[in-house]
């Protein structure tokens, strides 16, 4: 079975790291699962990577030290400057709002 494909707009520096996390608004895509294997793909990065557990919270319940890590927040920026970095990671009319759900996916490189 072909393992299914987790894209990364950019190539984040934390993909460099051996156990990572990320952020993912639910849009009604399927979610990936604990024990899933995954294709993990940025413009130049790609690996395959273990799915260790997958939690789903509403935005506004991410605690802001989580959201500065996985946006690789610069010094000063406010968790409103982060939900918007956020956004722009979407397509307009699918922009998140702290209302929203969302998964944080833990993965491991394999």
């Known amino acids: 079975m072909k393992a299914r494909t987790m894209k990364f707009s950019q190539d984040w520096d934390k993909l460099k790291d051996r156990v990572f996390a990320t952020i993912r608004v639910d849009r009604g895509d399927l979610k990936f699962v604990p024990d899933e ?12 990577a273990r799915v260790l557990m997958a939690t789903t919270v509403k935005l506004k319940d ?38 929203d759900e969302a998964t944080i996916y833990i993965l491991q490189k394999i």
Not at 37 to 48: A, H, L, N
Request: aromatic share 10%; net charge positive.
């Open 37 to 48: 294997t995954v294709e993990v793909q940025g413009p130049k990065v790609k690996f395959r």
């Open 62 to 99: 991410v605690p802001l030290a989580f959201l500065e890590y996985d946006l690789e927040a610069k010094k000063g920026e406010k968790r409103q400057d982060l939900m918007n970095k956020l956004g722009k990671l979407y397509k307009f009319s699918e922009r998140p709002t702290e209302s």
